[in-house]
């Protein structure tokens, strides 16, 4: 369980050390490869169990990477016992993914104010190749 009593930086450290992660990283089952204050980047390897009926990476699995990672991006600029929530996703899908190369999810927050933050992330193949972009917006609690 993570103390809500830390900053947000603290309980992102501890996350970045559960493991297994249960819920919804769990399922996903990407790793954290860095997290400085506004700013995460995930690495994810695509998954069978994640595709969809034409065998490509279902655009659910990367909202799902893009939301979790813009959130993270929001928690790490949150001071002792404030909390946030999405209030809403937009997602341009660029390129489909269609075999097990990794991915790389980058988000970070673009702006920051009293109540709302502006939050952007992308998914990229390790090569590079774009595959989505998005854009999302958090209220503190």
Known sequence: MIDISTSGMARMAHFAKTQPRTGM????????????????????????????????????????????????SVM???????????IDLTIKFIGAVRDEEPLVIEAQVDHCGKRLFATSGSIRTAKGQLIARALANAVRL
Request: hydrophobic residues 35%.
């Open 76 to 86: 790490t600029k949150l001071g002792p016992g404030e909390n946030h929530s999405m």
């Open 25 to 72: 990283a769990g399922n996903l089952d990407y790793q954290i490869e860095s997290v400085i204050e506004g700013r995460v980047v995930y690495h994810y390897t695509p998954k069978q169990r994640h595709q969809n009926l034409i065998g490509s990476l279902h655009g659910g699995i990367l909202a799902a990477l893009l939301d979790s990672a813009m959130g993270a």
